[in-house]
Structures are given as structure tokens and as C-alpha cells.
């Protein structure tokens, strides 16, 4: 992953110098799951402000992001989640498109 600064926020889209953030994998499975990113988004670069509202979600709701960690087998990725898992698979679901 290149730590290059970009033009464009990938979560606001707005022209902005952004660049690529470290969230740990917990805090990138809470966004995901309360509907804040979509999963394209996740390591993507992102602007100051974006990151700053996303850091303070997560401090805010710390609490929920250790009931979650404590509720989830393993955070190798997001997609270890079993939410995000067809029921009984243990490995990463490919990605599928809805027809």
C-alpha cells in the first residue's frame, strides 16, 4: 500500500489531499458494520476531516468496538465476520454479484 499523498477523498469524493490512514482492523470492521464505509473503502485514502469524524466515532463508541471484537471469531479482515460469511464457510467469501 503506497503511503502517497491523492487528490480525492475516496470517502467524501471531494477534491482534497488525502492519503492512507491506519485504523486497526476492529475499528475498520465497526465503520463497516454501523454503515459508515462501504467495504471499497476500507485502506483507501482519505482527506483530514474525514479521517478526524471517523477517529472520534470510534473513541465515542469504543465500548461498542470492544463488544464487537469480543463478539467476532477473528479479524484477519472484515470479511471474517460471519455476517459477511455464508453460514458454515470459515473461509473469505469471493465477491458475488446480485442478479
Given at each position: 500500500?503506497?503511503k502517497?499523498?491523492h487528490?480525492?477523498?475516496?470517502v467524501?469524493c ?8 491506519e485504523?486497526?482492523?476492529h475499528?475498520?470492521?465497526a ?13 483507501q ?19 461498542e468496538?470492544?463488544?464487537l ?9 472484515v470479511?471474517?465476520?460471519s ?6 464457510d470459515?473461509k473469505?467469501?469471493s465477491a458475488?454479484?446480485?442478479s
Amino acid at each position: 500500500m503506497s503511503k502517497a499523498i491523492h487528490a480525492v477523498c475516496t470517502v467524501c469524493c471531494e477534491d482534497r489531499k488525502s492519503r492512507y490512514r491506519e485504523f486497526s482492523p476492529h475499528a475498520w470492521t465497526a465503520l463497516l458494520n454501523w454503515g459508515e464505509i462501504d467495504n471499497p473503502m476500507i485502506g483507501q485514502a482519505m482527506c483530514d476531516d474525514c479521517y478526524t469524524e471517523f477517529r472520534d466515532l470510534l473513541i465515542e463508541r469504543s465500548d461498542e468496538v470492544a463488544a464487537l471484537a469480543e463478539h467476532v471469531e477473528a479479524f484477519g479482515s472484515v470479511h471474517d465476520m460471519s455476517p459477511y460469511r455464508p453460514s458454515g464457510d470459515k473461509k473469505v467469501a469471493s465477491a458475488q454479484i446480485a442478479s
